[in-house]
């Protein structure tokens, strides 16, 4: 993950894809500017604007003038990154995190330019707040409850964390206070990633929330989890 904050025009916050086919974008800050979304495919020397979609779902974009997540696919791309253009004030803090599980954002678009889904499938993604999941007992929606008949499913995550002073689970539940769907533990004292695509997609209850937490108090440091999947039944 990637994090930086743009201050003045043109300023930039890149990464390089590492053959990884998505990439989770947020912005957040008080600012004013056109934030321009780009790829390449030759190491940096040259750039283009990419297609990006908001997590929330709508229409695909190339720019924001406001604060958002949004998912690119990054197949074929060598690097990407946010450029300000018209920048006028305030600082835009920019979260690029790149993921190993490819999301179908090159669905067919309706006349209005929303994507839409397929087979009943519709992907969803949640990207890590700015100071990272709260570091003790305390549960963090990461997707709201479907309709009825509705399942939320994950097919990816990616957990990065600082050095902490306690070790910690990371525990994601299927509805508030429920199952247990998933855990791992983080070691205190180092920072370090876990990255794992689910071959076989954690699946929750219909019309069910699901949530994550770190189980024990991780006192200084903090835990940043991004996570992928869709919705069917």
């Known amino acids: 993950m990637v994090k930086d904050e743009i201050v003045a025009n043109s300023g930039v916050v890149a990464d390089a894809v590492r053959g990884l086919p998505t990439a989770i974008i947020q912005v957040l800050g008080t600012w004013s500017a056109t934030l ?85 499938l519709t992907p969803w993604s949640y990207a890590a707040a700015n100071s990272g999941i709260a570091n003790s007992n305390s549960p963090v929606t990461i997707k709201a409850a479907a309709s009825a008949g509705i399942r939320n499913y994950i097919t990816g995550l990616d957990i990065f964390h600082e050095s902490l002073t306690n070790a910690t689970e990371v525990r994601i539940r299927d509805g508030s206070g429920g199952t247990t769907l998933w855990q791992t533990k983080i070691q205190s004292g180092v920072a370090g990633r876990i990255v794992i695509n689910f071959p076989t997609p954690l699946r929750g209850t219909a019309a069910t929330l699901l949530e994550i937490l770190t189980v024990t108090a991780s006192g200084a440091g903090a835990v940043y989890v991004n996570v992928v999947g869709y919705t069917a039944p």
Do not use: M
């Open 36 to 120: 321009q979304f780009e790829g390449s495919v030759d190491g940096g020397n040259n750039w283009f604007t990419v297609l990006a979609v908001p997590v929330s779902g709508g229409a695909f974009v190339t720019t924001t003038t406001a604060n958002g997540n949004w998912l690119v696919q990054t197949v074929g791309l060598s690097n990407i990154r946010v450029k300000a253009t018209a920048y006028t004030s305030g600082r835009a803090s920019v979260f690029l995190d790149l993921h190993p599980t490819q999301l179908c954002l090159n669905s067919p678009i309706d006349s209005s330019g929303n994507p839409l889904t397929a087979n009943g």
